[in-house]
């Protein structure tokens, strides 16, 4: 009896999934959740430098799925959406019981959702991008206004998913990642507040950039973090 309270407290603390059937299904999972990012950060960025017309510090990333080359950053997005989802799925196997073991996989996988989404729902050109088209924020079109709405509620959601890690890792003890989710939660959510209200402003952008990086970092690092929980032969 005292032996199997311990082995569950040990679960518990860990975040481990004892007995799982597959670990290496777990841990191929997350590492979608190591590449997703980077992956979405370089293709957008490689676009952003050679797509004639684009310019950085005045035009949100995705805008790119405008002109002929459009296509790139939708399927970017779209395959980008697809790897988080993947990663959710790895979050729930690698989650057992506990704070967050439930909704932080599913916020993750609403913020998947909704990444295919903003792919399938292009954002309306302006801004002089693509090439040839007048400046000014130009006219909102419905597949413009969907792109948004399901861009804000992913984003709501991931920021969501920051906090309920935050809480996770408070329960465990883990000072570091508890404080680390929760800085990353809120420096999004304000960054993309500040995009929305910024109508374009260069500190706007720029700051969301520099906060979508940083949540795609805390993602990648929180899926190598329990990839070595759930790795056969971790104690």
Do not use: K
């Not at 009896?1 to 481990?16: E, F, K, L, S, W």
């Not at 002089?128 to 088209?133: E, S």
Request: proline share 5%.
């Amino acid at each position: 009896m005292t032996q199997q309270t311990t082995g569950t407290g040990d679960r518990r603390a860990t975040g481990r999934r004892i007995g799982d059937p597959a670990p290496g299904v777990t841990t191929s999972l997350l590492a979608f959740g190591v590449i997703a990012g980077p992956v979405y950060v370089v293709v957008s960025v490689v676009q952003a430098l050679t797509r004639e017309g684009f310019d950085l510090t005045r035009h949100a990333w995705s805008m790119l799925a405008n002109g002929d080359l459009g296509w790139i950053q939708i399927a970017n997005l779209v395959l980008t959406g697809l790897a988080t989802v993947a990663c959710a799925a790895g979050l729930r196997r690698a989650l057992t019981g506990g704070t967050g073991a439930t909704w932080l996989p599913r916020l993750v996988a609403a913020y998947g959702v909704s990444l295919i989404g903003a792919g399938i729902f292009p954002a309306d050109p302006g801004l002089g991008f693509p090439a040839g088209t007048p400046e000014g924020p130009g006219p909102v079109s419905w597949h413009g206004t969907l792109h948004f709405v399901v861009g804000a509620v992913g984003f709501v959601c991931v920021t969501v998913a920051c906090l309920v890690a935050g809480s996770r890792f408070a329960a465990e003890g883990r000072g570091g990642w508890a404080l680390y989710s929760r800085i990353t939660g809120v420096i999004f959510l304000v960054t993309f507040l500040g995009i929305a209200a910024g109508g374009g402003a260069t500190w706007s952008i720029m700051t969301f950039i520099t906060g979508l990086v940083g949540l795609w970092a805390w993602l990648a690092a929180l899926s190598i973090h329990l990839r070595g929980r759930v790795s056969p032969g971790h104690a």
